[in-house]
Structure formats: structure tokens, C-alpha cells
């Protein structure tokens, strides 16, 4: 029998209330009213609420006798009057504690602060953020003091940690003698992911944000164990800077992430969030507004709408970020918006839940979430939190776009889900450049063992000790050798095989432009273009052809190129860019060409027929639909049924007017008996025989939940 769920995760129509308000103005805060907002929330149909004990500027909105209390609270315990009246109205709560980010803190203790490795300043010098260090005992010790205070002296459903990471490459006292101490190396200062120090720097910060995480987690189940715990994991997906592992999110009692990207960040997190987190649903979290930073344009009720509709469709919980003025008054206009997204995914919320259906994952690494055109940049501050386009990363999103316009049935997985690589029938591997022997292992394992690979780029060829090897840790497995790499601004792929030519057609070839990833002086920089392989126990389908004059561009006076505006085609190699091989009962597709980066349609087409041609022509779940209509389904046995989900997503177009065809396979030793309409869609026929059912399914709203029921 499953565990009934936490209250605070059971409810699922939620807001976090934003209030980073400093008190050097009187009027800041002077009109907050915890009675009126807790009424507002109420008349939005929110039924959990996220409020905040400490903010990022440091202030408390409790009497503390840790930390400092805002000071236009006049002592007053705004904290404990909210959330008595919201729990009065029926609505859960829990607490917000900001962890790193905390003005006072690095204002009252300076030692206490993260120090910028290149310039030696504190990074409160160089942004508004006060910025802790996660290894100075006496900041840990005042952290675990304020979490004491608020969980042992309120009454929450939960507590939500928010910015556990690092902001800066730390070189603060704590920080140099604990990497000398466990990795006996001094702190690099330029990036390098082909030195092994600079690796062994990387990985202790990782493991360091890991540790505190789990402490942190730890301290907050004793004091409150009945309690749901979660943290901000968004910054993993921010990338190397922030140190933040993926893996901690199996920590919380469900992952959290606040995301400000676009449909296919969100798609691969609530995916990667399925089988991430320790219990779902898990919670996507974005903004009523179009952006942090600008605190008046909102998103249309629409807008917000249909990534609520999405979460759902993903079987993820949703929150709203919503800011407090600093007057500390609320806009209505927000909170209509907000229930207007809440009123949308309510008919659908009774049938969620379910194991997903899925034929094929897509594999998401924070061991690649990194770039080798870095190499040789000082180890800096960042510009900015949030988007970085890592190859791997934005090879992921490519591969989860393509699939979704395709209705090919897929998950996102990660480390964590290793010993589960037999569940799927195709993994792929979008250009996982760095790796560990573990994650070498388990997918030469998968393949020998039957399963079937697809894979792009540098894979494998950087371990996570920043050795870079002579050949790919899984040539065998790709059954092609590194020959070297490519240095033009252009290559491309000429087909060799007639399933491939099918595919690109009616184009001949296929390009990978790399200027892009070059310097401002077209020049290029090792391992930022594209690897030149040569098969060997692989069956070459494709060639790499150069343009006239490779590797140069040319000039007026070099006449090193065919056309002034282009460099066309024009040298066949004996290089191969696409092989096949087969290694014990499986199969591996290998592309040098990081085909699903490629925003292109022909490479698009290409890399989907190589998918479709390892899953084979029996998938689990398809579809007939536009490109934009997102398809999901759910094997829920707990009520002997599969449930699927066609979202037609955006506000951009209205619902479509032909049916989708949808064709789902029960699960095994099941035999489909009946089909049924749900929520916003139709069944306008059903075929259900020789195991398989066919439906034609109408949709009547953006979303739309069918249901199939099994014996």
C-alpha cells in the first residue's frame, strides 16, 4: 500500500510570496498586511503557500535572537501572523530559509563571506548579493541556528532551501585549506577540464555542496520528521560554476527547481524530475512574471496556463514565484492571473500519477555540463546565473524537442538512474563528453547485454579526472576510432547508406557549422569543433566531406574557398561521421556530428530515423499529431489503466481541429478492454485488438487526458 503523501505535497496548487525587502527605508514593508495577503491567496484558490523566514538580504521576518529581524517590523512577528491565517483559511505552509545568500550575515562576519579566486575581493564587492562559504563552520553553525528557530518554533509543513551553492570560484581561508587537505593541490586559477587538478578542484567543490546539502536536509528531518524538506536544485542546471550536483536531488523529499528558460528546459526537468526525484509528483516552480528582474510585466493568464497545463501533462507539481511589492502590498491583477493557471490544470489533477511510459532515454549529465572552449579563461565570477548554452545541455534540449515533435515516448535520466538502463530500449547519449568509469561501464554493459545506443560527439573521450584520452572510452562500443578532429568552420555528412540518404532527403548532405564555437578570430580551440573518426568493427553509413581549402576560410589573396558567401562541399574523406556497430546482443549508433543540436531539419530528421531504426517498429506509445502536440501516458496500476495526455502546447495556435491518432500497448501480461474519454479530449474511435490499441482522439481544450483500461 503507498504512504499517503506529506500535506504540503499534497496540495498542489501553490505560491512562493518573494520578499528579498532590505529596511533601510522606512517605507519598505510599511504597508504589509499578513490578514489581507493570506486573503488573497485564499481568493486565488491557493491551497499551499511557501512564506519567507529569511530572505536573501539576511533579514528575518520572525523575532530572531540568531540573526537580525527586519527592521520595519517593529519586532513584530509578521511570520507567525501569516501563517496562522493561512492555516486558518485551510491552506498548508512552509517556510523559505535563503541558504549562501545573506547580506547580514557577510556584512556583520566579512569572514564568513565567498571570495572571488581571480580578484581577491569578496563578491558582495561585485554584486548586490551577499554571498556565504558553505565551508566556514561558524556561517554552518548560524544557518543550523535559524533552521532551529523556525522549525522548532512554528508550525510548517515544510521547509524549502533556497541557493545552496557557490557563486563564486571560493578561495576564502576555509575553502584553500580544505582542498589542500583532501586533494593536496594548491586552487587552479585558469580552467582547464583536460587538467586533472582543475578536475579534482571541480569535483571537491561538487562534493562540498553535496555535503552541506545533506546536512542541512538531515538537521531538518530530525527536528520535524513528519515534514516535507526540498531545496532549490535550479543552479545544478545552471552548470559547473555553482558546483551544485544533480544528485542531490534525490535528497529532498521531492525536487524543486525554479526555471526561467523556455518549453524544452521545462520538459527536461519535469522528465529528468520523474525518475529523479525520491516521490512525485515533483515541482516545477516559475515566476507569474516574464522575468525576475522586472517586477511589473507579467505573463498573460494564457501563458502561465499552458506551463501549468504542461507540468501536469509531466506529471509534476506546479508553483508560482510571485514578488512583494516593497511597500509589501500585493497586485491583484497577479493573483487573478495566478488562479487562471490553477482553474486550468484542476479538471486534470484527480486522474495524474502513474509510472511513465517511456521506450527511450535521453541521458543528462552534470559531469558534462561544462564547455572545453573554456580552457584557458581565468576561473572568474560568472556574468550570470542561469542559461548557459553547454553543448551537452543544449544537445539534450535538441534531442527532447526532437522526440516530442516526433511523439517518440522518452524519459531524461541521469546518474542516478544507472542501473536502470535495461528499462529502456534506446539511450542516448547527446555529446556526454566527460565521464566516469562507472557511467563507461554501465552503457558498454547495456549494449552487450541488448540494448540499443545512440550517441553524438566528444562522448567519453574526457574522464572526470580530466585525463583526455587517445580514443573514446567506448570506441568499442561505437566501433569507430579517433583519427583526430576538425578545425573548419564547416563540415558535412554525406550519406553512404540509403536509409540514411531517405532521411535527409531532399537535401544530399547534412552540415555542422562550428564558427559559432570559435574565437574572434575564427580560431579554433581544442575540442570545439568535431571529432574525425575512422570505422573499424563499425559499419560506416556516413562519410565527413570538407569544403575546398579545409581548414582555411581563405581571402582576397587566398584562394582557399569555392563561393564568396558559402563553403560548399567539395572534399570526399575516407572518414567516417555516422557508423553502426553491433557488441554483444546490442546495437551502438555513433555520430561525430551532434545532430540533435542542430535546430536544422534535415539533421533534425536524421537524428529522429536513427532513433526510430534502434527502437524498431513496435513502440510502446506513438502518435499522428502536429509537431506541437506534446505526447505522454502513465501506466497506472493501481487502477488497472493506462492514462494518456496529448497537450497541445502554447497559446500560439488554437486546439487542433483533426483528431490524433494514438497508438499505446498495454503493459505485460495486460489486454486492453475499453477505452474512455477524459478531460478535454474525446475518443471518436477505438481499435483495441492483437494487443495494441488505436485511438483517434479529439481534443477539446489545450489539454487532453484519454484513458485505456487494462485486464
Not at 542546471?237 to 524543486?256: F, K, V
Not at 566528444?458 to 573514446?472: A, E, K
Amino acid at each position: 500500500m503507498a504512504l499517503e503523501q506529506p500535506t504540503f505535497q499534497r496540495n498542489t496548487h501553490r505560491l512562493l510570496r518573494d520578499m528579498h525587502i532590505p529596511d533601510w527605508d522606512p517605507g519598505f514593508l510599511a504597508d504589509y498586511d499578513p490578514e489581507r495577503l493570506a486573503a488573497r491567496c485564499q481568493e486565488a484558490g491557493l491551497n499551499a503557500v511557501m512564506l519567507y523566514a529569511k530572505s536573501h538580504v539576511g533579514l528575518c521576518a520572525y523575532p530572531t535572537g540568531v540573526g537580525r529581524m527586519h527592521g520595519n517590523l517593529a519586532g513584530r512577528d509578521v511570520m507567525r501572523e501569516l501563517n496562522d491565517a493561512l492555516r486558518a483559511r485551510g491552506i498548508s505552509t512552509a517556510a523559505y530559509q535563503s541558504i549562501t545568500f545573506d547580506n547580514w550575515a557577510v556584512e556583520t562576519h566579512p569572514d564568513w563571506a565567498q571570495i572571488d579566486l581571480e580578484s581577491g575581493r569578496p563578491m558582495h564587492d561585485l554584486t548586490r548579493y551577499g554571498v556565504c562559504c558553505p565551508n566556514n563552520p561558524d556561517y554552518r553553525a548560524y544557518e543550523l541556528a535559524i533552521m532551529e528557530e523556525i522549525l522548532s518554533g512554528y508550525e510548517f509543513d515544510g521547509i524549502w532551501l533556497d541557493m545552496i551553492f557557490f557563486l563564486a570560484f571560493c578561495s576564502c581561508p576555509a575553502c584553500r585549506s580544505r582542498l589542500r587537505a583532501e586533494e593536496g593541490i594548491e586552487m587552479p586559477t585558469v580552467v582547464d577540464w583536460t587538467d586533472p587538478a582543475w578536475a579534482a578542484f571541480q569535483e571537491a567543490r561538487r562534493r562540498w555542496i553535496g555535503e552541506w546539502t545533506t546536512i542541512l536536509i538531515d538537521r531538518a528531518h530530525e527536528l520535524r520528521p513528519e515534514i516535507v524538506v526540498t531545496h532549490n536544485l535550479a543552479n545544478a542546471l545552471s552548470g559547473w560554476r555553482c558546483g551544485q550536483p544533480l544528485a542531490a536531488g534525490r535528497l529532498d523529499t521531492y525536487t524543486s527547481a525554479d526555471l526561467y528558460g523556455d518549453r524544452f528546459e521545462h520538459l527536461v526537468v519535469t522528465k529528468m524530475a520523474q525518475h529523479l526525484s525520491a516521490s512525485q509528483p515533483g515541482e516545477l516552480m516559475v515566476s507569474v512574471g516574464t522575468d525576475l528582474i522586472d517586477h511589473v510585466a507579467l505573463k498573460t493568464a494564457g501563458q502561465l496556463a499552458t506551463e501549468a497545463l504542461a507540468a501536469t501533462a509531466a506529471g509534476s507539481a506546479f508553483i508560482v514565484i510571485d514578488g512583494i511589492d516593497p511597500a509589501g502590498t500585493e497586485q491583484p491583477g497577479n493573483f487573478a492571473t495566478i488562479r487562471a493557471a490553477f482553474e486550468a490544470i484542476k479538471p486534470y489533477e484527480p486522474d495524474m500519477g502513474g509510472r511513465p511510459v517511456e521506450d527511450v532515454a535521453v541521458y543528462f549529465s552534470d559531469n558534462s555540463f561544462m564547455d572545453f572552449a573554456d580552457n584557458g579563461i581565468p576561473a572568474g565570477p560568472p556574468t550570470r546565473l542561469g542559461g548557459a548554452p553547454f553543448p551537452h545541455v543544449t544537445a539534450a534540449r535538441g534531442a527532447a524537442q526532437a522526440l516530442t515533435e516526433a511523439h517518440v515516448a522518452f524519459g531524461v535520466v541521469t546518474e542516478q538512474d544507472l542501473d536502470r538502463l535495461a528499462d529502456y530500449r534506446v539511450v542516448i547519449l547527446p555529446d556526454v563528453s566527460r565521464m566516469t568509469g562507472r557511467e563507461v561501464d554501465a552503457f558498454r554493459a547495456y549494449v552487450t547485454g541488448g540494448g540499443r545506443l545512440y550517441a553524438s560527439g566528444y562522448t567519453s573521450l574526457v574522464g572526470v579526472d580530466g585525463v583526455r584520452h587517445d580514443d573514446f572510452m567506448l570506441a568499442d562500443v561505437f566501433g569507430a576510432a579517433l583519427a583526430g578532429e576538425e578545425h573548419g568552420r564547416v563540415a558535412y555528412l554525406t550519406p553512404d547508406d540509403d536509409e540514411v540518404r531517405a532521411a535527409v532527403a531532399p537535401q544530399a548532405v547534412v552540415s555542422q557549422p562550428f564558427n559559432d564555437r570559435w574565437g574572434e578570430r575564427y580560431e579554433p580551440r581544442p575540442l570545439c569543433t568535431a571529432p574525425r573518426v575512422t570505422a573499424t568493427t563499425g559499419r560506416r553509413l556516413a562519410h565527413l566531406t570538407l569544403p575546398y581549402g579545409d581548414p582555411r576560410w581563405g581571402s582576397v589573396n587566398d584562394r582557399s574557398w569555392a563561393a564568396i558567401h558559402s563553403a560548399p562541399p567539395w572534399t570526399e574523406t575516407e572518414h567516417a561521421a555516422l557508423t553502426r556497430n553491433e557488441l554483444g546482443a546490442g546495437v551502438a549508433v555513433y555520430s561525430t556530428f551532434v545532430l540533435e543540436r542542430s535546430p536544422a531539419a534535415a539533421n533534425r530528421a536524421l537524428f529522429t530515423s536513427l532513433v526510430r531504426g534502434l527502437l524498431g517498429d513496435r513502440p510502446t506509445l506513438s502518435a499522428t499529431a502536429r509537431r506541437n502536440v506534446w505526447l505522454s501516458a502513465y501506466d497506472q496500476q493501481d487502477r488497472s489503466r493506462v492514462l494518456v495526455a496529448l497537450h497541445h502546447y502554447g497559446v500560439e495556435q488554437p486546439a487542433p481541429a483533426e483528431p490524433a491518432t494514438v497508438t499505446v500497448r498495454p503493459p505485460a501480461g495486460r489486454t486492453f478492454r475499453r477505452a474512455a474519454d477524459g478531460p478535454g479530449a474525446r475518443v471518436v474511435e477505438a481499435e483495441l485488438g492483437d494487443g495494441t490499441a488505436v485511438l483517434r482522439v479529439e481534443l477539446a481544450a489545450e489539454l487532453g487526458f484519454v484513458t485505456v483500461e487494462y485486464a
